[in-house]
């Protein structure tokens, strides 16, 4: 697109009004070719909140990391196995530490430009949304908002560079929804923490070299949260779970910790506020989610299209039959619907970012990211469905373009939490703190 | 569904040499990759039987390969015909020969692709293609370049 020339009077001046936008346009013809689809979302996001070459070229490095995944990823998916490939790539386009602060070695990705990026990775598949979503917003960005200045710089330059790849262990074998009810124990000792317990269906679990572990004191029973090396004795992979429905090209683990030792200056944030950690975290999750489910829905429509125009039955196009008409038409609309509630939870939560201590920008930042992770991951499972009935009884094969779509985005209803938490958490922050139904 | 590919090579030969190779159906018929029978029927024709794989996908196709319009040492045309497996495709190539130290190939292909390996969709069939063609391409300018 060129977006020196060619913009509608209207869009320029609009555009004129962002400083970011100003800057693009001061640097002079800026030709960048992407996807279609992601394209006009790029253009659509530049048009009204402004982005910077240096965003824009973050993008244009999606864009070819997505392209150079596309391959392996479809590959691996075929024979279910776990995509090492998605990392290298993101690696090899400088990708992994986005949203990391520059001056930690990341590229400084605010969350509208996170959430493009994850938007054209999840055209790919939520196989590498997951890999992306819980390494950057559920163990990067946690210890960027929680962690010490020591532990950013100990962190953060390798989580950027790929050196060290990130898990999140919350959910245990009798705790998922009701995460505050994990069994998992810490105790004292010398100069640090044992950590014993296990976590259950957590991604990057077995290909991790740390994961953000949540523990309660043995003392206390206060919450915590700690910076776990893997590589601890007693740290152990249980089970790999290869016995998925779908998400074949993701990691998912069973994980042992047997008193696994933690140095005290790896706990993150203080000591007894582990569950503000662990719920930002998935406040940030959850808009990685729903970008990445956006990502679905482009690559839904994209493929519905092109069936509907190729395939031919009963003498025409069956584009031109007009319950798949329905269909396209659908799958279009949720993906436009989604756009909206995602860039809006992403444009609260810079808001928030820029005002750390505001807690009513938090709770509206937190109210927003649930119902687009909640709204998208409902309706990219439902184009995804719609994609299938369109490709007939060869989208029922994995082999199809959209049979991974309809068999991943069934989890992106269940994990960050379920359709029935989100829209418990949103009823409750409508109707106010006494009507939590949890509690 | 139609995909367009594009590409260019370097081949350590001289043009007219990269040209007479790359007309001459014999050697055309020796460097097909995943070849299970060739058939060389004239100066401008060929037909094969070809193994395509995409991941699991695996088709045996019967091709006919024929020599179009050309002009030696600039430019030539290339066309495939085949099926099999539930799937058809018909390819147009034209490759163009630029001179300097080396010998430059262009070469672009039009691909229609009809039938079950269609359903595949054109997003993945263009990176699979796009892989395939340059290790096609990779594997004739080997064996060019060993001619001398
Ligand atoms: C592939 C995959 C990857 C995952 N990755 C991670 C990870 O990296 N890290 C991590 O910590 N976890 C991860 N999870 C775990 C995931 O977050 C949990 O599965 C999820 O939070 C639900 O918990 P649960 O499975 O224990 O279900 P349960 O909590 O047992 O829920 C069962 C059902 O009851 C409903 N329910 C529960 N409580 C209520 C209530 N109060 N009101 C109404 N309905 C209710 C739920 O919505 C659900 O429908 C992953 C899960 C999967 C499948």
């Known amino acids: 697109m060129n977006m020196s020339s060619e913009e509608s009077p209207i869009l320029i001046l609009q555009a004129l009004r962002k400083e970011g936008y100003l800057n693009l346009l001061l640097f002079g013809p800026y030709e960048i070719v992407m996807e279609e689809i992601f394209e006009e979302s790029v253009k659509e996001v530049a048009s009204t909140v402004g982005l910077k070459s240096e965003e824009i070229s973050i993008l244009e490095d999606a864009d070819r990391a997505a392209e150079e995944l596309l391959a392996s990823e479809f590959e691996r998916y075929v024979t279910r196995k776990y995509n090492p490939e998605i990392k290298e790539v993101l690696v090899k386009y400088n990708l992994l530490g986005a949203p990391i602060a520059r001056e930690y070695g990341g590229r400084g990705a605010r969350q509208i430009v996170e959430s493009l990026m994850l938007e054209r990775l999840g055209q790919v598949g939520l196989g590498v949304i997951t890999l992306v979503d819980v390494h950057q917003c559920l163990g990067s960005l946690a210890v960027q908002e929680w962690g010490s200045e020591e532990q950013k710089k100990k962190y953060l330059p390798k989580a950027a560079s790929g050196e060290i790849l990130f ?42 070299t740390h994961m953000i572990v949540f523990a309660r004191s043995s003392d206390s029973g206060q919450i915590s949260s700690f910076i776990v090396n893997t590589s601890e004795k007693g740290f152990s992979v249980e ?60 690559d839904c429509l994209k493929q519905a299209k092109e069936r509907a125009r190729n395939r031919v039955q009963h003498g025409k196009e069956i584009g031109k ?105 949103i009823a409750s922050l409508e109707l106010g703190k006494d009507f939590e139904a949890y509690r | ?66 020599l179009g319009e050309r002009e030696r040492p600039n430019f030539g045309t290339l066309y495939v015909e085949g099926s099999g497996s539930g799937s058809n495709v018909k390819i147009a190539s034209r490759f163009e020969l630029l001179n300097g130290s080396t010998t430059t190939m262009k070469w672009s292909a039009n691909v229609e692709i009809t039938g079950v390996m269609a359903g595949l969709g054109s997003t993945i069939l263009k990176s699979f293609a796009d892989k395939k063609v340059t290790e096609i391409f990779d594997s004739i300018t080997k064996a060019m370049e060993k001619t001398g």
Not at chain 1, 382 to 411: C, E, N, W
Not at chain 2, 40 to 65: G, H
Request: glycine residues 6%.
């Open chain 1, 167 to 208: 898990a999140y262990g919350l959910t245990e074998p009798e705790a998922g929804s009701d995460p505050a009810s994990l069994k998992t124990t810490y105790r004292k000792e010398g100069d640090g923490y044992r950590i014993k317990g296990s976590k259950y269906l957590i991604s990057n679990g077995s290909v991790a």
């Open chain 1, 239 to 298: 089970i790999r779970l290869e016995e998925k429905v779908g998400l074949f090209t993701s990691d998912t683990s069973m994980i042992s910790l047997e008193d696994v030792f933690v140095p005290k200056e790896d706990m993150l944030h203080v000591e007894g506020k582990g569950m503000a950690v662990a719920y930002s975290a998935l406040l940030n999750g959850r808009i990685g989610i729903g970008s990445g489910c956006l990502g679905v829905m482009e």
């Open chain 1, 321 to 425: 039959h007009q319950l798949i008409q329905r269909h396209i038409a659908t799958i279009a609309s949720n993906l436009e619907a989604c756009r909206w509630l995602v860039y809006r939870a992403a444009m609260k939560k810079e808001e928030y970012d820029r005002n750390r201590s505001d807690v009513r920008l938090r709770a509206q930042a937190d109210r927003l990211s649930a119902i687009a992770k909640y709204m998208a991951s409902t309706l990219a499972f439902d184009s995804a469905d719609r994609a299938m009935q369109v490709f007939g009884g060869f989208g029922y094969s994995i082999l199809s373009p959209v049979a991974k779509h309809f068999l991943d985005t069934r989890v992106a209803r269940i994990y960050e939490g379920t359709d029935e938490i989100m829209q418990l958490k």
């Open chain 2, 1 to 66: 569904m139609q995909l367009s590919l594009e590409g260019s090579k370097t081949i350590n030969l001289p043009r007219e040499r990269v040209f007479d190779l790359l007309t001459d159906t014999n050697f055309i018929a020796s460097s097909l990759p995943d070849a299970e029978e060739v058939n060389v029927v004239d100066k401008e024709t060929i037909d094969a039987r070809l193994k395509v794989r995409i991941a699991l996908v695996s088709a045996s196709m019967k091709v006919r390969i024929k």
